[in-house]
């Protein structure tokens, strides 16, 4: 009797897992995106695991080795790992060219800073001290680092860039 309800059990199980399941198959050349739990071992191989995305990738599928699992060309940040993946540890990538983000040409100096210039003054203020008064403007700056405000000294500003109090 115990074995009976035990067969009804992982029968009914199984169902439930077999409702769920997709059957992926994939060929050479696609591109994956693997996932990444401590269990695979692609968790355990990535150095921070608080922030990691779930999947990673996309990789190139290099051969079939058997009826689900994939060998896949993995960089050399990844050597560690063992290079066949089960294939319920795969999503298959849908290219788009939406994906492939432009960089924008930015000059860096040899100090690792880079050129910006203000655009426009936004606010003017006086900052109030124990025995003096401090004249501070908003400005807004351009460049790479587009999007930024801060404050500065209004005699420092007036000094490099007059044309801004005109």
């Not at 191989?45 to 999947?55: E, V, Y």
């Not at 050399?76 to 063992?82: E, I, T, V, W």
């Not at 999503?91 to 210039?117: F, G, M, W």
């Not at 930024?148 to 007059?162: C, F, G």
């Amino acid at each position: 009797m115990i074995r009976e309800k035990m067969k009804a059990s992982q029968s009914r199980q199984k169902s439930y897992h077999d409702k769920r399941r997709k059957a992926l198959e994939f060929e050479k050349g696609d591109h994956v995106f693997l996932r990444v739990t401590s269990v695979t071992g692609v968790g355990r191989a990535l150095k921070s695991r608080k922030l990691t995305p779930r999947f990673i990738g996309p990789y190139q599928i290099s051969e079939r080795v058997g009826a689900v699992a994939y060998r896949i060309a993995l960089p050399p940040s990844l050597a560690n790992l063992h290079d066949v993946f089960h294939v319920s540890q795969m999503r298959k990538y849908i290219a788009d060219s939406s994906h492939v983000i432009q960089v924008d040409d930015v000059q860096v100096r040899d100090n690792l800073t880079v050129e910006t210039s203000p655009m426009r003054i936004e606010d003017k203020r006086l900052k109030q001290l124990r025995c003096k008064e401090i004249a501070l403007v908003k400005v807004a700056w351009g460049g790479p680092a587009g999007g930024n405000v801060t404050r500065e000294l209004e005699s420092q500003m007036k000094e490099s860039y007059p044309e801004l109090f005109g």
